[in-house]
């Protein structure tokens, strides 16, 4: 037997455009044309190159032991012309995973790739030095060894005590200038030194210094640590009262430490991050509502001159926010019936208003999280295995 014919027993003959492909996906049979397949060659079914292990010579079909219900989507992508929908019935996970097989590129799925990379740290490039790359993983991935996850550990242990020591400070005395007892003030150094080696170390085994200084992680960790040495040099310096409280107060920033080695932390930074539209959004809807709302009430206070409920509309701006967001505090109200009137559609007004862009970032949280769930998952599934 010739090569030929070899050839033409494992694999189908060249089809023509308007023929029909039968595909058969764990028993439930689909047809379409070749000219439908063939509108993306990049595909594993656009492509027949990439799909002839999948032939079956005897059924004449190609055969996928998949998913049957998410095929309808995958198929409604050739059919319409690159238009991907993930079916309701089935999970998101399992629906990129076919998405994945068949090799099918569209923003959906490029989207959810940038969030595992961001996630799970993939993208990053690895240290070539040996010694370095496993100081880094040892510093920056506490999945990577067991010692890395005490090193993580005792990080944790760390930030937490470096949080509560200006809340055991703050209930002493009000003292701005003093750092408190010696002992708070030895175990606040020893964080801080902690935080510094551990900064230290990081990057100077970090695989690309610019990139270093590019993550967000990387940012909260500096953020951090510079407080205290601005505390040190502004006391050195008798700096004036109010710079000194500026600087303390941004030593609660330490907190977003926690984010390195918490999940949940990391979901809701990208989050942020990825939901700057939104966010911008929020602001302007409700900037503009604070200022119709603040000029309403008063022009509306303003027609009875026995009140002085407003003095002048950026003093009204303070009783505007703290309506639109139903928050209330009560050290500002109107009193005129007209004025009431303005505050009750104010505060149906700002629910409406809020309510929208929320449920955006919230849409993009739950987004963020599944797939923090999902690598969570196929890490515990490695680790069985």
Same mark, same amino acid.
């Given at each position: 037997?010739?090569?030929?014919?070899?050839?033409?027993? /494992?694999?189908?003959?060249?089809?023509?455009?308007?023929?029909? /492909?039968?595909?058969?996906?764990?028993?439930?049979m689909f047809?379409?044309?070749?000219?439908?397949l063939?509108?993306f060659?990049d595909t594993?079914l656009?492509c027949?190159?990439?799909r !002839?292990?999948?032939?079956?010579k005897k059924?004449?079909?190609?055969?996928f032991?998949?998913n049957?219900l998410?095929?309808?989507?995958?198929?409604?992508y050739y059919?319409?012309y690159?238009?991907?929908?993930r079916?309701? $019935? $089935?999970?998101?996970?399992?629906?990129?995973e076919?998405v994945?097989?068949?090799?099918?590129h569209?923003n959906? !799925?490029?989207?959810?790739?940038?969030?595992?990379?961001?996630?799970s740290?993939n993208?990053?490039?690895?240290?070539?030095?040996f010694?370095q790359?496993?100081?880094?993983?040892?510093?920056?991935?506490?999945?990577?060894?067991y010692?890395?996850?005490?090193?993580?550990?005792?990080?944790?242990? !760390?930030?937490?005590?470096s $949080?509560?020591?200006?809340?055991?400070e703050s209930?002493?005395?009000?003292?701005i200038v003093?750092?408190?007892s010696g002992?708070?003030?030895?175990l606040?150094?020893?964080c801080?030194?902690?935080?510094?080696?551990? &900064?230290?170390?990081?990057?100077?085994?970090s695989?690309?210094?610019?990139r270093f200084f590019r993550?967000t992680l990387?940012?909260?960790?500096i953020?951090?640590v510079?407080?205290?040495?601005i505390l040190l =040099?502004m006391?050195?310096?008798?700096?004036?009262?109010?710079?000194?409280?500026?600087?303390?107060?941004l030593?609660?920033?330490?907190i977003?430490?926690?984010?390195?080695?918490?999940?949940?932390?990391?979901? &809701?930074l990208f989050?942020?991050?990825?939901?700057?539209k939104?966010l %911008?959004?929020f602001?302007?809807f409700?900037s503009?509502?604070?200022?119709?709302?603040?000029?309403?009430?008063?022009?509306?206070e303003s027609?009875?001159?026995?009140?002085?409920?407003? =003095?002048?509309?950026p003093?009204?701006?303070?009783?505007?926010v703290?309506?639109i967001?139903?928050?209330?505090? %009560?050290?500002?109200?109107?009193?005129?019936?007209?004025g009431?009137?303005?505050?009750?559609?104010s505060?149906?007004?700002?629910? &409406?208003v809020?309510t929208?862009p929320?449920? &955006?970032?919230v849409?993009?949280f739950?987004?963020v999280?599944?797939?923090?769930?999902?690598i $969570?998952?196929?890490e515990?599934?490695?680790?069985k295995?």
């Open positions: 037997m010739t090569s030929k014919n070899c050839l033409s027993i /494992i694999r189908p003959q060249r089809r023509p455009f308007n023929e029909r /492909i039968r595909i058969n996906v764990s028993g439930t047809e379409t044309l070749e000219e439908t063939s509108r060659p594993l656009g027949p190159t990439k !002839i292990k999948y032939f079956d059924q004449d079909e190609y055969f032991n998949r049957r998410a095929f309808d989507a995958i198929l409604f059919q319409s690159g238009r991907l929908v079916p309701d $019935v $089935v999970p998101e996970n399992v629906f990129f076919e994945r097989f068949f090799q099918i569209s959906l !799925i490029s989207t959810r790739e940038k969030i595992e990379r961001a996630l740290g993208d990053e490039e690895l240290p070539n030095n010694i790359r496993n100081i880094w993983l040892l510093f920056s991935h506490p999945e990577s060894s010692a890395a996850k005490v090193l993580a550990v005792l990080s944790v242990i !760390i930030i937490l005590l $949080v509560a020591i200006p809340c055991l209930s002493e005395q009000d003292n003093s750092d408190g002992i708070l003030l030895s606040e150094m020893g801080y030194i902690w935080f510094t080696v551990e &900064l230290v170390v990081r990057f100077c085994s695989p690309s210094k610019l993550s990387n940012v909260v960790d953020i951090s510079l407080p205290y040495y =040099t006391q050195g310096a008798r700096a004036p009262l109010s710079a000194l409280r500026a600087a303390r107060t030593r609660v920033l330490r977003f430490k926690l984010s390195r080695y918490s999940s949940g932390m990391r979901a &809701l989050t942020f991050s990825t939901s700057m939104e %911008g959004m602001m302007i409700i503009v509502s604070m200022v119709l709302s603040a000029s309403a009430a008063f022009y509306a027609f009875y001159q026995e009140t002085n409920a407003f =003095t002048s509309i003093d009204a701006l303070w009783w505007a703290n309506t967001t139903t928050v209330g505090y %009560g050290d500002q109200y109107p009193l005129t019936v007209l009431k009137v303005v505050g009750c559609f505060t149906v007004f700002g629910v &409406l809020i929208l929320v449920f &955006l970032f849409t993009n739950k987004k999280m599944n797939v923090s769930m999902t $969570v998952s196929a515990k599934e490695r680790k295995s």
